[in-house]
DNA sequence: GTAGCGCGTGGGAACGCTCCCACTCTCTTC
DNA sequence: GAAGAGAGTGGGAGCGTTCCCACGCGCTAC
């Protein structure tokens, strides 16, 4: 029951079980080259009968490497599982993190007190690399990762200047994909609700309404701008907002699709009809867009596949440290649906 | 630019410039018993010019902790980042942990291809402990990291045979109030929207509702019992199968706050008047329960609360790894609002 | 003046692994 | 039959810590 009998197996007595010596042994356990049939399998028995593991501390010690990679994501726990996004980041990178064969740890730096913690613990070589879900600007956490010599990739996030690796969906393109939609259904004044203006795909799905508008040889109208916060209830506020301002409004591009189902729902209580007399555009094609009343128009994007492709990136830069870091901009397209 | 000019600066290089020896170096840095006030300042100036920072790889090694607690979450990335339940229980563990100077990975044994993969990592003495939060019964998880000897609180399931520590809510007791609650407001046909039933949650809020129909001096009638599976839709589904099957049903005891949603949406569209014809109750007092129409009255408990709990028993746990395994069972209580 | 105490100190040993070198043996090649 | 190549092997060295023991020093107590 407690500790005495069975102090861990060391690779020391896993060799002298086998009658081999520690190298042989140690050969066996990492790939397996350079050994005879018969000795690998006098180790393999003595591995399985002493239920050896290796200590990994000692592994580490000598070969500066952890084979573990750390998924750091800076926002509220209310916000984090309150995405569904950060699922399929997670997922993407769950999977391709075990086809590589290392081990994903998810780390949150949530709460400013524990942001030391998080930065020291990072710094003493516990992971190989870090990949980095920041979605506000104000952020110092990518300075702080890189002072300490970690190879690191940003997701959802594009470096002003490209100072880190980074992944992103083409927010911009996207938005003013959804845009032209809206004109080309007829639409003559096409409000935004927009994300929160200091995340990055708040402000570029902002940037990109206007280049849309701008395609159409419009300009923005302010009374047709409402500033949301990703979330339903904000996306109804702001609807409220918009239809108290222009009345006459007949198109909007909601910069996620929670707020886009909020939007719709106030819509609805307000007597209009989607898409009779008003058109909805959403972003993300999360599931939520399937069960909105009419099914939502939506710009696709995939997190699944943001996740892989920030995996791929750090990968490479763990192969190579000293290239400079590249950025890859992932692709959308819009997904045409009942509400527009 | 690149590795050469700065490998990482040893104790015994900090040692060295503070003109001590190995041994006086290292005392500073763990809590500095027994040093002199002239040794400590020639220290600490040194760890600060060479940026010095601890290899944990050697602590673990000689020490064989390493400070860093797992918290395994045994669900579908999508339930996980759905549930609000898991972030209040992920910030209550988070905060205790870092006032224990412990350090949080969070690893989630989603597919069943790379579970072994997050086995053998927690086998290989990367964390002093485990926390585990499981809510499916057939899970196997539990008993191989028991195998594996490490310490290991579970959260929100009560283990049959006590084979290990764990934290749950009194689920029961908690359902029983809420049917009792339906009783005393004159409700006579009182119907449950039950969670999934190979989880711990979801069976024993059904046993607390047929308890407390027991406590009526009622027995359950199988027509005002329908299964749903925690998600909004599916509360809709059951609530309608119920209206279906049970027109006259006049009180409704849903599993959880989100399919009590669903009930609400599907009571109004069917023209019931909530509470005037139906009362319904919830549980989980989740946020989403203010927001209803009417607001919703629900059974209350606190998931921060039992994150915080879940790291005060592995701590002691820790502390004492041959005392027999506690279980917590934290307390519930009802919050009346507008829909009973 | 001597014995004793305890604080502050330095450095050897050990933690468990991988890396690498040196050694043996077998088989080929001229 | 001698020389060389190469496969398979054993074990020393070293990774960067902490732990612990032994040592020196300045006191106090007799």
Same mark, same amino acid.
């Given at each position: 029951?407690?500790?005495?009998?069975?102090? @861990?197996?060391?690779? #020391?007595?896993?060799?002298?079980?086998?009658?081999? /010596?520690? !190298? %042989? *042994?140690?050969?066996?356990?990492?790939?397996?080259?350079?050994?005879?049939?018969?000795?690998?399998?006098?180790?393999?028995?003595?591995?399985?009968?002493?239920?050896?593991?290796?200590?990994?501390?000692?592994?580490?010690?000598?070969?500066?490497?952890?084979?573990?990679?750390?998924?750091?994501?800076?926002?509220?726990?209310? @916000?984090?599982?309150? #995405?569904?996004?950060?699922?399929?980041?997670?997922? /993407?990178? !769950? %999977? *391709?993190?075990?086809?590589a064969n290392l081990q994903l740890v998810l780390m949150l730096a949530s709460s400013g007190q524990r942001s030391e913690h998080l930065d020291s613990w990072l710094g003493r070589q516990h992971v190989d690399g870090v990949l980095l879900l920041s979605l506000h600007d104000d952020d110092t956490l990518p300075d702080r990762i890189r002072a300490r010599g970690l190879p690191m990739v940003v997701g959802g996030q594009r470096s002003g200047e490209e100072r880190f690796g980074f992944v992103d969906v083409d927010n911009r393109l996207g938005a003013r994909l959804a845009v032209g939609h809206l004109v080309n259904r007829g639409r003559r004044r096409v409000a935004t609700v927009t994300g929160p203006l200091d995340m990055v795909a708040g402000r570029s799905r902002y940037e990109g309404y206007l280049s849309g508008l701008e395609d159409a040889g419009r300009t923005a109208d302010p009374g047709l701008v409402a500033t949301g916060d990703f979330s339903q209830a904000g996306g109804e506020a702001a609807m409220r907002e918009i239809l108290l301002r222009r009345p006459d409004v007949d198109g909007v591009f909601c910069a996620n699709d929670l707020m886009a189902a909020g939007a719709l729902r106030v819509l609805r209580e307000a007597g209009r009809d989607v898409p009779g007399e008003v058109s909805v555009v959403g972003f993300d094609d999360a599931p939520l867009a399937l069960s909105t009343e009419p099914p939502l128009t939506t710009v696709h994007q995939s997190p699944e596949r943001m996740g892989r492709e920030m995996v791929d990136l750090l990968l490479a830069t763990l192969g190579s440290p000293d290239e400079p870091q590249e950025g890859r901009v992932l692709p959308t397209h819009l997904v045409v649906r009942g509400s527009s």
């Amino acid at each position: 029951m407690s500790r005495p009998p069975s102090p @861990r197996p060391t690779l #020391e007595e896993v060799a002298r079980r086998a009658g081999v /010596g520690r !190298g %042989t *042994a140690s050969r066996v356990i990492n790939g397996g080259e350079r050994v005879s049939a018969r000795a690998r399998q006098a180790v393999e028995e003595a591995i399985a009968e002493l239920g050896y593991v290796p200590n990994s501390a000692a592994r580490t010690l000598v070969t500066r490497r952890t084979d573990t990679i750390a998924l750091v994501i800076a926002e509220s726990e209310e @916000r984090i599982f309150g #995405e569904p996004f950060f699922a399929g980041v997670v997922r /993407g990178i !769950g %999977t *391709a993190l075990s086809e590589a064969n290392l081990q994903l740890v998810l780390m949150l730096a949530s709460s400013g007190q524990r942001s030391e913690h998080l930065d020291s613990w990072l710094g003493r070589q516990h992971v190989d690399g870090v990949l980095l879900l920041s979605l506000h600007d104000d952020d110092t956490l990518p300075d702080r990762i890189r002072a300490r010599g970690l190879p690191m990739v940003v997701g959802g996030q594009r470096s002003g200047e490209e100072r880190f690796g980074f992944v992103d969906v083409d927010n911009r393109l996207g938005a003013r994909l959804a845009v032209g939609h809206l004109v080309n259904r007829g639409r003559r004044r096409v409000a935004t609700v927009t994300g929160p203006l200091d995340m990055v795909a708040g402000r570029s799905r902002y940037e990109g309404y206007l280049s849309g508008l701008e395609d159409a040889g419009r300009t923005a109208d302010p009374g047709l701008v409402a500033t949301g916060d990703f979330s339903q209830a904000g996306g109804e506020a702001a609807m409220r907002e918009i239809l108290l301002r222009r009345p006459d409004v007949d198109g909007v591009f909601c910069a996620n699709d929670l707020m886009a189902a909020g939007a719709l729902r106030v819509l609805r209580e307000a007597g209009r009809d989607v898409p009779g007399e008003v058109s909805v555009v959403g972003f993300d094609d999360a599931p939520l867009a399937l069960s909105t009343e009419p099914p939502l128009t939506t710009v696709h994007q995939s997190p699944e596949r943001m996740g892989r492709e920030m995996v791929d990136l750090l990968l490479a830069t763990l192969g190579s440290p000293d290239e400079p870091q590249e950025g890859r901009v992932l692709p959308t397209h819009l997904v045409v649906r009942g509400s527009s």
